[in-house]
């Protein structure tokens, strides 16, 4: 096992206990559906690979939560604040989230996103991305499910 890419100085760091609500505040700003305090919780505890990005002034900027397997791993939560969006940091956390990634041995990457996100569609496209199918009724929605690609 190779070791985790170098962390930035005051940038992205493990999440904990204590971010929790800067996270869920973020979480609650940005979905209609977000995930709950207890989702990041047992994330955490679960020991799944968890990171928060803070700003040189220590505000918090973006979050993601990983699952890793034998050789791979699978994006569940990459999210950025309201205030920070189209300013690069989802394609950078994305970038890290890969990196840590391959430093655990993973050679692929799965997750699912809303077709109704385009911004996260065509950020994950970008990246190399490909649709290998459709999860009907995965995401909770106003009027009822949303598939997810």
């Known amino acids: 096992m190779s070791a985790l890419p170098k962390s930035e100085p005051d940038r992205y760091t493990p ?3 204590a971010d929790l609500p800067e996270v869920v505040a973020i979480e609650a700003d940005i979905y209609p559906f977000p995930w709950t305090r207890g989702n990041f919780l047992d994330s955490i505890r679960a020991g799944y690979s968890v990171w928060v990005l803070r700003d040189r002034t220590g505000a918090l900027t973006a979050y993601s939560v990983m699952t890793l397997m034998i050789d791979e791993a699978h994006l569940l939560n990459l999210s ?3 205030r920070c969006q ?3 940091l989802g394609w950078r956390t ?3 989230m890969a990196e840590v990634a391959r430093g655990y041995g993973a050679r692929t990457m799965l997750l699912e996103v809303r077709p109704s996100n385009a911004s996260a569609v065509r950020m994950y496209e970008r ?3 490909e649709k290998i199918g459709i999860r ?3 995401y909770p929605a106003k ?4 598939d997810a690609i």
Not at 143 to 146: K, L, V
């Open 80 to 82: 950025v604040a309201r």
């Open 136 to 138: 009907r009724g995965y």
């Open 86 to 88: 189209r300013a690069g």
């Open 143 to 146: 009027t009822g499910r949303e």
């Open 127 to 129: 990246y190399g991305f």
């Open 94 to 96: 994305l970038e890290w």
């Open 15 to 17: 999440m904990v206990e």
